[in-house]
C-alpha cells in the first residue's frame, strides 16, 4: 500500500514535471512564432483553394492577390466640370506609401505614344471585325474604308489615307472603344457623368503591399477617410466614392475585432461571477483561468505550427470554444467542493477521471470532423479547439490534485432544488414524458418551417455605405465587381494566347445564348494568328486597292510588312493599358489571361463550356463557393447522422436495448430543438449551423456521460453539469450578438442544443433501477 | 396717315423678324418630320479630287435621323436615341449602342442637335455665335470647347432661313466638309409607314 502509494505520487509527480516542461516548451515556441506569424484578416482565406479549378496554384493566387489589390477612386468637384478637386486628391494618393501606380489623366503624350506603337504594329493587331471584312476578300474592307472617308463625322485626314490606306489602325482602335467602359475621356481625364449630371474624374492604383496586414489595411482606410475630410473641406462640393476589396476586408476585421474585445470581455466576467457564487473563492477562478490559459496557449501554438498563420475568425471562434476546457476544472473542482473532506485529492481525480476522459475524447472527435470541411480556417478551429481542450484537460489532471490542496470544503448549493428536480424526472410523469414530448413538439414545428440557405455572404455582414459607393461605381463606369472570369492559361504565353483564340468563338455563342450579357478579350493575337492575318492582309490588300482607286481615292500601296508583337513587348507598350492586370506570367513562362464576363445568367453551362477546352477554367467564386457550402452542408449532416448512430449503437451495447435508445433521446432531441430554434429565430440552415449541430452532439454527450458515471453521485454531476452549460452558455451565448450572421447562428444553435442537452440528459439517470421510487 | 400706319407696322414686323436661336428652335420643334435632298462634298488636303457624296435624308423628333447616301455607293446611316447604325453596301448592319461606345455616342447627339438646333445640346459642346443675317436668314458658328470635338473640330457653320441649308464642318487638319439640303419637305406631318421601317434594325 505504502509503496504503491509511493509510486504513485512519484508518476504523479513525473506526470506534473513533464506537463510543466511541455507547456514550457509551447510558450518559447509561441514567443519565437508570434512575431513571425500573421494574422489573417481576408474573407478570401476563409474559402477554400480549389475555386480557381485546374489552373495552375502559383497563377490563381497570382490573380486573387492582384484583383484584391486593386483601388479605383471617382471624385466629383461638383456640378460643374474641372478636374481641379480629382488633381489634388491625385495628388495625395500618389504620395501615400501604401499605394502603388496611382494614375488619373492621360497625357497627350502617353496618347501620342499609343498611336505611335498603334501604327507600328498595325499589320499585328488586327481587330476580329476588320479580320472578318479582310476574310471576305477586299471588297468588304474597301467598302468600309470608303464609308469612313466620306464621313464627314469620321475625321480621316489625307495623313490617315496615306500611311494606312487600309485604316487597320482605324479598325484596331474602333475596336477598343467597343470594348471600353462607360468612361469618356475630357481634358485628359477618363471620366463619366451620373444621372443627375455630376461629373465623376476617375482615378485608380494598387496596393503597394499584397499581403492582408490588417494593421496596413486599417491605417490605410483611416488615412482616406481623413483624406476625404480636407478635400471635402477644400472643395466643399466635392464627393469621393471608392472600391477596393481592401474597404471590405478592413471592415471585416473590425468587425471581428470589435466582437473579441466586448463579447471576450463579457464572456470573461460572466464566467468569473458564476465561479465565484458557487466556490466562494478566489482560487477556483485562478485555476479555470490556468486551464483556459493553458488550453489557449496550446492552442494558438500548434495551429501557428501547422498553418503558419492564425485566421481572425479562428481566433474569436476557438477562443470562446476553448472557454469550454474550463468545464474540466469545474467537474473536478465541484467533485472537491463536495467530497473534499472524505477523499483525497488524487482519489477525486481517480473518481471522475474516466468521465473527464470519456468527455475529452467525445467532444475532440466531433471538432476533428471539422477537419473535412475544405474551408481552412475551419480545420485552423479544429486543431486549434481540439489541442487547446486536449491541454486544458491534461492541466486538469497533472496539476489540479496538487493545486486544489486546502481548498474549501462546502455544502453543495441549492442542494434541495437540485435533489428535487432529480427526483421530479424519476417520480414525475409529466416532467419525464411531458418535457421531451413538448421538445419534439417544438422540434417538429421548427423544422418544418426551417429554410436551407447556402449563400455565401452571409460570411460577411457588408455595411451599406460601402454597398452603396460599390453600386455607384459600377453605375458611373460600367465596370461591375461580378467576380466572374474564365481564366485561361497555358505552359507558355504563346500557347495561352492561342487557348484564348479558341475560346472566343465559344464565348460568342454563348452571348447569343444569353448565358452572358458582356466579355472582354485581351486585344493580342498569337503570334501564329498574326502570321495568318499577314497572309490574309497579302491577299486582301490589291483588291482593296483596286477599289480605292476606282472610287476617285488615290493612294500610295500599303506596306505590308510584319512587325509581329510578343506579349511582353505589348505589355511594355501604352497599348496594354488598362489590359495588363488581366495578364500574368510566371518566372518558368507559365501564363495566364482573365477574360472577365459580366450578367452571367447560367453558371453552369458556362463550367461545361470551360471544362470541354483544355487550358480554361470558369471562375465564379459566388457560386462555386454557394455550391460548396451546399455540398458540405449536406456531407456534414451525413457525418453527423452516422454519428447519431455509432452513438446509439455503443449505448445500446453498453446498456441495453431500452435504456440505449432512452439514454439517446436527449442527443437527438438537443439536435433538434438546435434546428428549431435557429427556424423560430428567422435563420436559415447552412454549413454553419450543421458544424454548431455537431458540437451540440459532442457536448451533449458530455453531459450523458458524467450523469452516467457509477462513480459519482447523481447530484454531483448534477451541479457539475449546471455549471458546465451556464460557463458554455455565457462563453458560446455571445456569439449570438455576433453581427456577422453565420456566426450567429452558430451560436444560437449551440446555445438552445446545449440547453435542451442539459434539461433532458436526466433522462439517461442510470440509477432509476437501483434506487426505489 | 395710311403710309405711315404701314410704314410703322412695317417696322414692327422688321423687328419681329429679327431672328434669335430661341425662335430658331421654336421653329424646328415644330417641324417634326423633315425629309430633303443633300449633297456633299469633302475635301481632303492633298488629294486631287473632292470626294462628292449625295443621297436623302430624314429627321423626326421622336424616331431619329436617317441618312441614305445613294451616290457613289450606297450607305445607310441611322441614329436614334439608344444606337446608331451603318449599313455598307449590303453588309450585316454595324450597331453601336449607347452602353456599348458612349465616346461615339456623343457624336450621334451632336448630329441631331446640329439637325434640330438643339440649344442645351450644342450650348453644352460649343461657343455659339449667332448672327441674325437680315430677310430671316441665319448663321451659326459653332467652336468646339470640348475634347474630342475640339480635337476634330475648328468650326462648324450652319446657315438657312425657313429651314437648315448648308452645314459647313472644318476639320482640324484643314480639310473640310461642305453639305448643302435642299427640297425640304414638312409634309405629311407623321411618318409613312415605309419611312417608319428605316428605323428598325
Known amino acids: ?773 | 396717315m395710311r403710309k405711315r400706319l404701314l410704314a410703322a407696322l412695317a417696322l414692327v414686323s422688321l423687328h419681329a423678324h429679327a431672328v434669335t436661336l430661341d425662335d430658331l428652335q421654336q421653329r424646328f420643334a415644330s417641324q417634326p418630320v423633315v425629309r430633303a435632298d443633300f449633297t456633299q462634298l469633302r475635301e481632303i488636303k492633298g488629294m486631287a479630287q473632292p470626294l462628292k457624296s449625295s443621297g436623302h435624308l430624314l429627321v423626326a423628333q421622336d424616331k431619329g435621323l436617317w441618312w441614305q447616301q445613294a451616290q457613289p455607293f450606297p450607305l445607310t446611316l441611322v441614329l436614334d436615341d439608344n444606337r446608331m447604325v451603318q449599313v455598307i453596301n449590303g453588309q450585316p448592319p454595324q450597331i453601336i449602342t449607347a452602353a456599348s461606345n458612349p465616346q461615339m455616342f456623343q457624336f450621334n447627339h451632336l448630329l441631331r442637335a446640329l439637325f434640330q438646333a438643339d440649344r442645351q445640346v450644342l450650348a453644352a459642346n460649343f461657343a455659339i455665335d449667332f448672327v441674325d443675317q437680315g430677310q430671316g436668314r441665319w448663321r451659326i458658328q459653332l467652336t468646339p470647347k470640348v475634347s474630342p470635338l475640339d480635337k476634330l473640330f475648328t468650326r462648324i457653320t450652319l446657315q438657312g432661313a425657313a429651314f437648315l441649308e448648308q452645314i459647313d464642318l472644318s476639320d482640324k487638319q484643314g480639310d473640310g466638309t461642305h453639305i448643302v439640303l435642299s427640297h425640304q419637305q414638312l409634309e405629311p406631318k407623321t411618318l409613312t409607314d415605309d419611312e417608319k421601317q428605316r428605323f428598325v434594325f
Not at chain 1, 542 to 557: F, H, K
Not at chain 1, 572 to 597: C, F, H, I, N, T
Open chain 1, 1 to 773: 500500500m505504502m509503496r504503491s502509494s509511493v509510486l504513485f505520487s512519484n508518476r504523479y509527480r513525473l506526470a506534473a514535471v513533464s506537463w510543466g516542461a511541455v507547456c514550457l516548451m509551447l510558450a518559447i515556441t509561441l514567443a519565437w512564432l508570434w512575431p513571425r506569424a500573421t494574422v489573417n484578416s481576408s474573407v478570401l482565406a476563409l474559402l477554400p483553394h480549389q475555386v480557381l479549378g485546374q489552373a495552375p496554384e502559383a497563377l490563381q493566387q497570382g490573380f486573387l492577390q492582384r484583383l484584391d489589390g486593386q483601388m479605383v477612386w471617382l471624385i466629383s468637384p461638383g456640378d460643374a466640370a474641372s478636374p481641379a478637386a480629382a488633381a489634388w486628391w491625385l495628388a495625395r494618393l500618389q504620395a501615400m506609401p501604401a499605394l502603388k501606380q496611382v494614375q488619373g489623366p492621360i497625357s497627350a503624350q502617353q496618347q501620342q505614344a499609343w498611336g505611335t506603337f498603334a501604327w507600328q504594329h498595325r499589320n499585328n493587331l488586327i481587330d476580329p471585325a476588320t479580320r472578318a471584312r479582310l476574310a471576305q476578300g477586299g471588297a468588304a474592307q474597301a467598302d468600309w474604308v470608303l464609308a469612313q472617308l466620306y464621313s464627314a463625322f469620321a475625321g480621316v485626314s489625307s495623313q490617315e489615307i496615306t500611311h494606312d490606306p487600309l485604316m487597320l489602325v482605324r479598325g484596331a482602335q474602333l475596336a477598343l472603344q467597343k470594348n471600353a467602359s462607360q468612361l469618356t475621356l475630357r481634358d485628359g481625364w477618363l471620366m463619366s457623368t451620373d444621372s443627375a449630371g455630376r461629373p465623376w474624374y476617375f482615378i485608380h492604383g494598387e496596393l503597394a503591399n499584397n499581403a492582408f496586414n490588417m494593421q496596413q489595411s486599417h491605417q490605410l482606410v483611416q488615412q482616406l477617410t481623413a483624406l476625404e475630410t480636407q478635400l471635402q473641406q477644400r472643395y466643399p462640393t466635392a464627393r469621393v466614392v471608392t472600391r477596393g476589396t481592401v474597404l471590405f476586408s478592413d471592415y471585416a476585421s473590425q468587425q471581428a475585432r470589435h466582437d473579441v474585445s466586448t463579447l471576450g470581455v463579457a464572456t470573461v466576467a460572466g464566467v468569473l461571477l458564476l465561479v465565484f457564487a458557487v466556490f466562494r473563492s478566489l482560487r477556483p477562478l485562478a485555476l479555470c483561468a490556468l486551464s483556459v490559459g493553458v488550453g489557449a496557449l496550446a492552442g494558438t501554438t500548434i495551429t501557428l505550427l501547422c498553418f503558419g498563420e492564425l485566421h481572425l475568425m479562428t481566433l474569436v471562434m476557438s477562443l470562446s470554444i476553448v472557454g469550454i476546457s474550463a468545464d474540466y476544472t469545474l467537474y473536478y473542482l465541484t467533485e472537491r467542493l463536495i467530497h473534499g473532506g472524505q477523499v483525497s485529492a488524487r482519489q477525486s481525480l481517480h473518481k471522475v477521471l474516466p468521465a473527464l476522459l470519456l468527455a475529452l475524447s467525445t467532444t475532440v472527435l466531433a471538432y476533428l470532423i471539422m477537419l473535412w470541411a475544405p474551408f481552412p480556417a475551419l480545420r485552423q478551429l479544429a486543431v486549434f479547439a481540439s489541442s487547446g481542450l486536449i491541454a486544458a484537460c491534461l492541466t486538469v489532471v497533472c496539476w489540479y490534485p496538487g493545486l486544489v490542496r486546502g481548498l474549501p470544503v462546502r455544502p453543495v448549493p441549492a442542494t434541495f432544488l437540485l435533489a428535487r428536480w432529480l427526483a421530479a424526472w424519476r417520480r414525475n410523469r409529466t416532467v419525464k414524458f411531458g418535457l421531451p414530448g413538448l421538445v419534439l413538439v417544438l422540434t417538429v414545428i421548427g423544422l418544418a418551417t426551417l429554410k436551407v440557405n447556402d449563400d455565401v455572404a452571409q460570411l460577411q455582414a457588408l455595411p451599406q455605405p460601402l454597398l452603396h459607393q460599390d453600386r455607384l461605381v459600377t453605375a458611373l463606369t460600367g465596370q461591375r465587381a461580378d467576380q466572374t472570369w474564365f481564366m485561361v492559361y497555358g505552359a507558355s504565353a504563346q500557347q495561352t494566347l492561342q487557348r484564348l483564340e479558341a475560346l472566343a468563338p465559344h464565348l460568342q455563342q454563348a452571348r447569343q445564348e444569353k448565358w452572358l450579357s458582356d466579355y472582354r478579350l485581351l486585344p493580342l493575337a498569337s503570334l501564329q494568328r498574326q502570321q495568318q492575318d499577314a497572309a490574309l492582309l497579302q491577299q486582301a490588300a490589291p483588291a482593296v486597292m483596286a477599289r480605292l482607286r476606282a472610287a476617285g481615292v488615290q493612294v500610295s500601296e500599303p506596306e505590308l510588312t510584319p512587325e509581329p508583337v510578343t506579349v511582353p513587348a505589348w505589355l511594355a507598350s501604352p497599348q496594354s493599358e488598362g489590359w495588363r492586370l488581366l495578364w500574368l506570367s510566371l518566372a518558368d513562362g507559365r501564363s495566364g489571361v482573365l477574360v472577365p464576363v459580366s450578367g452571367v445568367n447560367n453558371s453552369a453551362a458556362l463550367a461545361r463550356l470551360a471544362d470541354s477546352l483544355p487550358g480554361v477554367s470558369w471562375i465564379d467564386r459566388k457560386s462555386t463557393f454557394d455550391q460548396l457550402f451546399g455540398t458540405y452542408r449536406l456531407l456534414l449532416s451525413g457525418l453527423l447522422a452516422a454519428a447519431v448512430a455509432v452513438i446509439a449503437l455503443s449505448y445500446v451495447l453498453r446498456l441495453g436495448f431500452r435504456a440505449g435508445l432512452i439514454s439517446i433521446i436527449p442527443s437527438l432531441l438537443s439536435l433538434g430543438a438546435g434546428l428549431a430554434a435557429l427556424s423560430f429565430g428567422g435563420h436559415s440552415l447552412n454549413l454553419f449551423s450543421m458544424l454548431a449541430l455537431i458540437l451540440v452532439l459532442g457536448i451533449g454527450i458530455n453531459y450523458t456521460l458524467f450523469f452516467s458515471n457509477p462513480r459519482a453521485t447523481p447530484v454531483t454531476s448534477l451541479l457539475a453539469i449546471l455549471l458546465a452549460m451556464t460557463t458554455t452558455l455565457l462563453t458560446l451565448g455571445m456569439l449570438v450578438f455576433s453581427s456577422t450572421q453565420a456566426i450567429s447562428s452558430f451560436g444560437i444553435v449551440l446555445c438552445s442544443g446545449i440547453f435542451t442537452a442539459f434539461l433532458l440528459a436526466p433522462l439517461a439517470l442510470p440509477s432509476s433501477k437501483r434506487t426505489p421510487s
